[in-house]
């Protein structure tokens, strides 16, 4: 079993997500509608997934249902290249997202891999979208 295969795995037999992986945005905003509640909304990067057109995604997204959505980025880890990760962190923060994620144990990194230090060290960049909220 690779590792997304394993986390997913891991998911589906804490959470039973599953049960809801096919609910829609609809239902999705319904249900905060009748929760008052606000949701963040996490551009989840995976293998070979496209980041770029994930961030874009959310922030269209979120842009829709600023009330009740808030959005997080993400950057392409398969192949990490800092030039392109620091792209990516600009553009997040374009996009108005308030931070970025990382799933490290999907690559087969340790959290602390020294391969992530320009992301972490970096990630400031993003701060500048959520300045004022």
């Given at each position: ?9 891991g ?7 599953a049960?809801?992986a ?14 008052d ?7 989840e ?36 290249e ?16 308030v931070?970025?994620g ?32």
């Open positions: 079993m690779s590792p997304p295969e394993r986390l997913v795995a998911y589906q037999a804490a959470l039973g997500v049960d809801t096919l609910a829609g945005v609809s239902e999705l905003l319904a249900e905060l509608e009748v929760a509640a606000c949701a963040v909304v996490h551009a990067y995976e293998w070979g997934a496209p980041a770029d057109a994930l961030n874009e995604a959310v922030a269209e997204l979120v842009a829709d249902q600023p009330a009740r959505l808030t959005g997080v980025g993400t950057v392409s880890q398969q192949r990490l800092v030039p392109r990760v620091l792209r990516q962190l600009d553009r997040i923060a374009d996009l108005g997202l931070g970025v990382v799933r490290p144990a999907f690559f087969d990194m340790a959290i602390d891999d020294r391969r992530l230090y320009p992301v972490y060290g970096s990630a400031r960049r993003v701060r500048r979208a959520d300045e004022g909220r």
